[in-house]
Each structure stands twice: as C-alpha cells, then as structure tokens.
C-alpha cells in the first residue's frame, strides 16, 4: 500500500526543475582590483568579463568567477585601476607618426641650442636634403633670441649652420614655422613675395623675411617639400607613409588611446587608411576630419562618410576648418589687440564666406564641422555661423559640431555651447603649458574672464572633450587629465585654479564625453554591458591617490574590443617609464 502510495505521489508531482545553465564564458576576465565603469547603474566594481570583444558583465570577483571557463583569459589587477580606454578627441595622426622621423625641438632652451642642433644634423644629412623639426617655442627659453623681430629669431644664423640644407622647423603650436635661407630660396620667399591670404611671411626693418612663416605662411615651404618628396616614387612614398602611421599607432597604443579623433585628413589619407583596415593593421580606432577644398567636399564627401568600417575601426564623419591660428604665435583671432602687440588682433586664417559654404556642405551630408577656433572673435564667428546654420533647419536635432580648442573667449559666449548643443574640444594640457605667456597676449583682466574656462563651461552645461592636440603637446592622457585637475604649471605655480576639473569631470572628459562628441556614446567610453570592451589599465587609481602622485601613474594595459594590445613591461631593478620598456601582446 505505502508503495502504491508513493508511486501515485511520484506521478502527481511536477518535475524537478533543470539544473540552471552555467552562465557563458568570457573571453577576458580583469579582476582583483577597481573598475570605474562610468556606467550610472554600476559605477565601479571588482572584476570585468568580456566576450566577443563587449563587456559583458561587472561585479564583484565572485560574482564574474561563474564566467571563467577553458579558455578564459584573467588579468588580475593586483589592486590597480582600469578604466574605459581614452579617447583623445583632437590630435593629428600624421604629425604624431612624423615628429619620430624629425628633430624634437620642445627640449631646446634656446634659440643658440637649436641652431647647434640643426647644425650636428647637417652634418650627418647628405647635402640638398630637408632637415625637419618641430616643437619650438620663443616663449620658453631661458632668454629671448638675439637679434629678433617681434621676439622671434632671424634665419642668419641658422642659414649659416646649414648653408647646404633647406631647413624648416614648426612651431611648438603647429601654426607657423621658421625657415633658413635655401628653404625660404625653394620656396620661392623673397622681399619681394606678398603675404598668402590667411598668412605673415615676417619681415625685419628693411623689409627682408626674417624666416618666420605664420599661418599659411608656412605652406609655401611645405608646398616645396611635398614636391620633393614626390620625386621618390609612390612605393617610396607608401613605404614612408606606413612607417609614420606604425609609428603614431603605437604611441597611442602605448598610452592607452583606444579612440583617436584624427583633427584633419585628406581623401588620400582615408583611402590610406581605409586599405590599413583591410588589411587588419588599425588596431586603434580612428574617428576622422575630412579635410579637403569645398570644392572636392561638396562632390565628394558623401561617398568618403564611413560610420564603424572594418569592425569599428575607422569612422569618418565630420569636416575640420582652421579659423584662425594659435596664440603662442599671435596668431589668435580677437575682439580686441594683443596686450603685447597693439597693431595686431590676429590672423583669420579661413574667409568667413568659404567656412559658411563648409557648413552647408556639412549639413547636406549629414557631417559635424568641427572648427578650430583659439581666439575669441574666431570662436564667437563660428557659434554665430552655427546658430544660423542650426535656425536654417528647424527639423534636426542633436547637430553636435564642434568647436576645436575654444581657449579664449569673451564671457558672453560661454553660455552659447550648452544653449546651441556644441561641443568644446578642448585639451588641459594646453592651459598649463600655454599659462606663462596667456597673459602676456591677452592681459590679466581678459585672461581671468574667459581664458580656457573649462569650470565655466561645465557649469553652464557644456560637453567637455579632452584631448592632446598632438605633436602641439605630448600624446599622454596622463600629462592632460593632471592638468585639467591641477592647473599647476611646470614652476608649480597654479593657473586659473578656479577653472580646474574635478577628478571625475575629468575621467569622463576623456572617455565619455569623447565617445560623445563623435555620437559613439552607445558603443564606447564606459564599461557598460554590451558596450565596447576597450579599456586602460593604469598603475595608479588617478582618481584617489595625493594631487601629487597623479603624475606617477602609468599606463600598464591597453585593451582594444577584447584583445590587450599594448603591455608594459617592467624590467627588474630599473625603473617603470611606460613607453621605452612596452611590448604588443600581439607581437609575442
């Protein structure tokens, strides 16, 4: 009976319920220290897994060990911070790839040591070849030069330390360059010769060019060198190319740059780049500027607009224009004059007529423009030219274009950013390495007013994107976040402290606010489940250590859709110095 009894409950029972799924496998696993995510609903935590090249899920170290299967690769932190990579929102690829192939003159103390410099490398260059540099600033040195016009050098004694070596070197600021004689003879720049349009040839008191080209100025000497080095063939060429952009690839790589915003790229240069993605040599994503005649933009731009090609890695979907130049030069657009040169309000570098053709170009294509901007007058002229152009189509919303750099501006404009939805690209390092001589140019009361605000641009509402502007600065995230929450300059002193960052403000910065200004908040800059498992690995929590440690941080692993690109290695007994002791995990 009690059988029978048991059977019948055994069959009016309902079955037992399945044993649950182990959850999937990831990919990648990083725990055993902290996660900020930038996720809202879970902004930090202990442990990171990833597969198919997304995050997949946070958690504390026991909730994401179900996850480690096989195959799982764990990275244990040790007690160290990842955080979602860095999008360097404004910096020039070619430049950074290039300045590896130039003298670097931002060390250089003095006009006599340049000179000297350029000197030993004329010695060891064959005679007629170009002897480049970059990274100079009169600005910096321990004295001014001897002779000079308006603080700059004159070429005599450059010319005659390379009599048989054109030679140009570019500003620290990227916007003017100083040529010797034969370089300024291949250029075709004599007394004679009238200013280009958006551009000073320098002149002494008897009317003679001094070797200062700013603006498009310098193009001329450009123009020269690009023709010679067109003389060596397209394989030669192509060969050089590729080195250059390995060569910026893994500099970003190794300072845990996951997305680069390229500020400026030529339909040759997409197509270069394009063909790198085919070929599975993008292991950075890239984000674009077209940078082209309207001519060639209104028939060509729709064609050269690529959102996430070759897996995410190469997006090109905006316009660049250079309003006016850089202040170091004086050649900032402004209101009012140079404190420390009357005559001057600077240089428009882009006819206001032609940049308001590139925004209907931009508009029609679906593209942002993204316009650098560094004085106050370029930076109102190009949020006038926006709000029109924005009123022209009442239908759209969410334009995000740009403002690159955005470093001066008159109070009443600050607000414009957060009211017309623009982005203010900005880069923190340039305010600590620009602040001995902003007030020089600007004066102290028009410096204290508007002189890169970014507090008061985060506080009207505005986006932030940070970013390098490199070669102008260092490619290093670090230098620029430290910046941005210190403002303390090279002598220690602070600038404008009442614009500085908070720690937070300035991670997101640079990371979401990134991913944003380039509409791939969706896909990038947290940690969110389902986004883009790109990260960076840092040695030091930049967002607890003291103030002053935050320069002692480093980046130990850099993390592109799941695979660890960049690993540094510490050789014992020698200390950690990032870049020269890195390796690719891709190369083992």
Known sequence: MQTALLAAALLLSPPAAPLAAPPPAADLVLSGGRIVTLDPARPAAEALAVAGGRALATGSAAEIAPRIGPATRVVDLAGRLAIPGFVDSHAHLHGLGRAHLQLALASAQ???????????????????????????????????????????????????????????????????????????????????TPDPPGGEILRDAAGNPTGLLRESAEELVQRAIAADRAKRGPAAVEAEELRVFELAQAELLAHGITTFHDAGASFATVDRLRRYADEGRLKVRLWVMLDEPNERLAAEAGKYRLVGYGGGRLTVRAIKRWLDGALGSRGAWLLAPYSDLPTSTGLVTYP?????????????????????????????????????????????????????????????????????????????????????????????????????AWRALLDSGAIIANGTDAPVEPVDPLASFRASVTRRTADGSVFLPEQRMTRLEALRSYTWAGAYAGFEEEEKGSLAPGRLADIAVLSRDILAVPEEEIRTAEVDLTIVGGEVVYERRHRAGTPRTGATEARSARSE
């Open 110 to 192: 003095s006009w006599e040591e340049i000179v000297a410099r350029v000197a030993e490398a004329a010695a060891a260059t064959p005679e007629g070849e170009w002897i480049l540099g970059r990274g100079w600033h009169q600005e910096k040195w321990s004295a001014p030069p001897s002779p000079a016009v308006e603080g700059f050098p004159v070429h005599a004694a450059l010319s005659r330390a390379s009599p048989k070596h054109p030679v140009l070197l570019v500003h620290a600021s990227g916007h003017a360059g100083f040529a010797n004689a034969l370089a300024l003879a291949r250029a075709g720049i004599d007394a004679a």
């Open 352 to 452: 206001l007529a032609d940049l308001a053709e590139t925004a209907r170009i931009a508009a029609a294509h679906g593209l942002q423009l993204c316009v650098h901007a560094i004085g106050d007058r370029a930076n109102r002229e190009a949020l006038d030219l926006y709000e029109a152009t924005f009123a022209a189509h009442p239908e759209r919303r969410d334009w995000r274009w740009r403002i690159e750099h955005a470093q001066h501006l008159d109070p009443a404009d600050i607000p414009r950013f957060a009211q017309l939805g623009v982005i203010a690209a900005m880069q923190g390092i340039h305010a600590t390495s620009d602040a001995p001589f902003v007030v020089p140019r600007l004066g102290a009361a028009r410096t204290k007013a508007g002189a890169y």
